[in-house]
């Protein structure tokens, strides 16, 4: 890179963004390719949420930087389920990346566990901004994209629209529930993931 000038250097970064955006739309194609087809199998075992949630929090942490977000844990020593590690992965990763595009710079994300008897809640509170009515029925349908341009939330607005759905359609697959609520634009919005133990 010291051999680069800036110019250079700059259109390399763009073009290396664009590649890895690329890879996910493909990578998300070809998930819901299987997802259709049924051709995605679970290999459950028991793992602690707390693990996993603590290191998705991690490989976000540099997004919520770049945004100036404060990103903020409230969880228990340990949450032990049986769940697919990798694809569960996936679906806290999307919903965490979610919480950080849809939030305004200097906002704040809580991330959650609450666990009783029959199952247990990981919780994404962001102080983002907010989804009407309409929004929220069509969330987690393919494609779902919310429109954002020319709106000036002072959001990410990139994405295809497949992460909440496949993150929903992993979920289904734990026998557990994804769901959200916000009182509309500009208010709270939470995401809660819902794993039954039985």
């Known amino acids: 890179m010291d051999e680069i000038g800036d110019e ?6 763009i073009g ?13 194609l070809l998930d819901v390719s299987r997802l259709d087809a049924k051709k995605i199998g679970l290999k459950l075992q028991k793992e602690n949420l707390i693990d996993l ?16 977000l404060k990103m903020k844990l409230d969880l228990p020593n340990e949450a032990y389920i049986e769940i697919d590690r990798l694809r569960f992965r996936q679906v806290l990763s999307n919903i965490i990346s979610n ?20 199952y247990i ?11 009407t009515e309409k929004e929220q029925e069509q969330l987690f349908e393919k494609f779902g994209k919310m429109e954002r341009y ?18 929903k359609e992993i979920v289904d697959l734990h026998r557990g529930k994804i769901f959200v609520e916000s009182k509309g634009r500009n208010k709270v919005s939470t995401f809660t993931i819902r794993l039954f133990k039985k």
């Open 150 to 167: 020319g709106m000036d939330l002072g959001v990410d607005i990139e994405g295809s629209g497949l992460g909440l759905y496949i993150s």
């Open 16 to 28: 290396h963004r664009g590649c890895l955006r690329l890879k996910q739309l493909i990578d998300n």
């Open 121 to 131: 809640d990981i919780r994404v509170k962001d102080n983002g901004v907010g989804l």
């Open 53 to 68: 949630l603590i290191d998705c929090v991690k490989d976000m942490n540099y997004l919520a930087t770049n945004r100036q």
């Open 99 to 118: 919480a950080i595009k849809n939030t305004p710079k200097e906002g704040e994300i809580l991330i959650n566990l609450v666990e009783n008897i029959e």
């Open 8 to 13: 250079a250097q700059k259109y390399i970064e």
